[in-house]
């Protein structure tokens, strides 16, 4: 299973657009890069997913470059409700989510 | 309303008396998970299963047993606490093959 690296902290101010890199150099040709969100005391939730290029939703954007050994998670305009702990996952598509394979997230705190 | 529910949601014990955490999701989902979360450590798999009466560890899997007697019901048996697992404990479905999954509220289980 590849192994990600993402920062363990980041402040931001309200308003802001935030970038949370990830860096996965080990992905597989068949892993999907899978982010989660977890706010304090409750379970995580799915955010985004990708393979390549962007990938867009109502709550963030997903950018992965053509080596794929890295990606970023774009969240635009935070507000104080998005201070939570953000997860970078990578895995094989075929597998599934029983592959997933959970860090330690980088923590956002967002400052009024 | 789509699911996962976990019960107790607190949980006080002694070292050694047998307990069980139950969890159930109403969305027929095929895969589903133990996790624990302790602070500096992030999640750790437990125990998962693909579906009825299949199962397999995960990343922690020592103390802790499993079954999957009905699709439905994934409940996470400790035969004999100790006190290192006193932790916060997340129960998560998906469907077989999807990245996303949906987790509990979380078990918040002492053991002194």
């Known amino acids: 299973l590849a192994k990600t690296t993402q920062p363990i902290s980041m402040d931001s101010y309200e308003g802001q657009e935030v970038n949370i890199t990830c860096s996965h150099n080990?992905?597989?040709?068949?892993?999907?890069i899978t982010w989660y969100q977890q706010f304090p005391s409750q379970g995580p939730r799915f955010i985004i997913q990708g393979y390549k290029t962007k990938v867009t939703n109502e709550v963030a954007s997903l950018f992965i470059p053509a080596d794929r050994k890295s990606s970023t998670l774009s969240l635009p305009r935070v507000s104080l409700s998005d201070t939570a702990v953000y997860y970078c996952?990578?895995?094989?598509?075929?597998?599934?989510?029983?592959?997933?394979?959970f860090g330690k997230g980088t923590k956002l705190s967002v400052i009024p | 309303e789509a699911q996962v529910t976990q019960n107790p949601r607190y949980l006080i014990t002694v070292t050694g008396k047998k307990l069980t955490v139950t969890c159930s999701q109403n969305m027929n989902h095929e895969y589903m998970s133990w996790y624990r979360q302790d602070p500096g450590l992030g999640l750790r798999q437990i125990y998962y299963?693909?579906?009825?009466?299949?199962?397999d560890k995960g990343d922690v899997p020592e103390g802790y047993k499993v079954s999957r007697k009905e699709k439905r019901n994934f409940p996470l048996i400790l035969e004999s606490p100790s006190p290192n697992q006193t932790s916060l404990y997340f129960c998560a479905s998906s469907l077989a093959g999807e990245r996303e999954q949906y987790f509990g509220p979380g078990t918040r289980l002492t053991v002194t």
């Open positions: 996952l990578v895995g094989d598509r075929e597998a599934g989510s029983y592959q997933l394979t």
């Open positions: 080990n992905i597989a040709t068949n892993d999907y």
């Open positions: 299963s693909m579906n009825v009466e299949v199962t």
